[in-house]
């Protein structure tokens, strides 16, 4: 598990085979992974679906009034908004997502609501509307006293420039697969730091910001959600796993893509993680500095994705 496999640098040529678990696997993105990871083991030791551990794993890091990146501590919008998106996806491809949820503590839960209680997949500014138990309560404050100090002081110029592997464009994404091979994913973030207002990136999107399929395996993202909706990066890693690729490589070739549609991304990251449906996993991403957790029965473990 200590590397994430190595890859052909010509068509034709023979993989090396990657990492792949032999039992329970759940990645996560960026550092704050780690702790969702064991949140997620925990509820699948004890008994709990790879959907509750998917969904309660993530919880973690929403309920994280320090991160800037995911829940209600994120960083607001231009017009001072803290606004959240989530998506949830389990092995038999059902989907609920959310987005422009204000106030809710778990927008991930309000996610796997509209998945379970409507016929839809996705709600936008959902909240009470999509019935009570899975939901947490609101909040009445809407900004955190350093997030609303900061947001004033990057009021004085408002210029909007992204960088990349900082908290202004990041998420927790989280793939997971328990003992028996099912799968289940989930995405959830307060979005870009000052994005504008109604703004909504590729994480609850199915397709852009995760992807499930039993069959196939299941990928999330994270960085930039433009760059990553464009080419519905999520679904191309999962096709492309079906399609024979190793997981690390078919995280590659969607940012690849990714980059051969755009002309300078120096800026900016965009990461993938994907677990296939025998097992085995990898990542990469656009730019160095790209890390995700992994937590195996051999323990929990932060590395750093290839990239290029």
Known sequence: MAGCGQRSEAAGKQLVPGPRADGPLVLSTWDHGLPANEKAWEVLQNGGSVLDAVEQG????????????????????????????????????????????????????????????TPHVMLVGAGRSVGRGRMASAHASLICPKVRAAWKEWLKTSDYAPVANIENHDTIGMVAMDAKGNLAGSCTTSGMAYKVHGRVGDSPIIGAGLFVDGEAGAACATGVGELVIRTAGSH?????????????????????????????????????????????????????????????????NLLQASHG
Request: proline content about 2%.
């Open 58 to 117: 993530v919880m973690v890091v929403e309920s994280d009034f320090t991160n800037r990146s995911v829940g209600l501590g994120g960083n607001p919008d231009r017009d001072g908004h803290v606004t959240l998106d989530a998506c949830i996806q389990d092995h038999h491809g059902r989907a609920g997502a959310v987005a422009f949820v204000q106030r809710y503590e778990h927008p991930i839960s309000i996610a796997r609501a509209v998945m379970e209680r």
């Open 236 to 300: 191309t890693v999962v096709e492309l796993m079906r399609q024979g690729m190793e997981p690390e490589e078919a995280c590659r070739e969607a940012v690849q893509r990714i980059r051969r549609k755009h002309k300078d991304l120096s800026k900016m990251q965009v990461g993938f993680l994907a677990i296939r449906a025998d097992g085995a996993f990898g990542a990469y991403g656009l730019q160095q500095g790209f890390t995700f957790a992994v937590r195996t029965a051999q323990g929990n």
